[in-house]
């Protein structure tokens, strides 16, 4: 961890499920931990829009050296993944995002996803500095980041690559978790994780000791 940080991220437990119906308890016992699991990055039916700018399941747990693969669904999407204290929640990163109409549910600041946000985890250990709008057309911070699906390129908005390859529909990326803790997983286009909330995490347990 950086000198940017307060303390070190430490062991956690839980998390990853699968993308159908396989239930997992996000506070179990390290031991029904699946070792592979599949989260879908964007919903699979509602391929465009607000309604598929999310990550589902967005809470799930796998067994240390397990992967998550991520099933890219519709297009603009961009995988980050950031380790986080073992206390973090939903709603601690919600509140430093845009609000939501209590009714239609959409931002509402229309030019919050342009401005400059620092995200902190649960400990208030700074995890993410989104920078602004221009010239930053994505979240695209690298302190501490386990996993980029791409960085900044040039001044193209909403293209991810894996390589050279478009993160489209369909697109698949494998993750190995090989440390337990606990993770952040976020879209790293601006306005789906700014203003729709686009995020979930990984949980990670060492079968061993529960850690």
Known sequence: MTSR???LVVSATLTLSFAFLLTVSTHGNAENNPQDVIVDFGDPITL???ANQVV?????????GGTVTFVVNGGSHGIAIYPVSK???RDDIIAQLCPHDP????CVDAGFANADHTIRDGKDNIIIVTGTNPPLQRVDDPTDRLLATSTQIGNLAGVFLTGKT?????????????????YLVICMNRAHLLSSWMFGFVNVADRGNGN
Do not use: N, S
């Open 5 to 7: 940080r307060r303390v």
């Open 48 to 50: 465009a829009g607000a």
């Open 56 to 64: 589902v399941p967005d809470e799930v747990a796998i067994a240390k």
């Open 87 to 89: 206390d973090t929640t």
């Open 103 to 106: 009714v239609t549910g959409a």
């Open 166 to 182: 478009a993160t489209t529909t369909a697109t698949q990326l494998q993750y190995r978790f090989d440390k337990t803790g606990r």
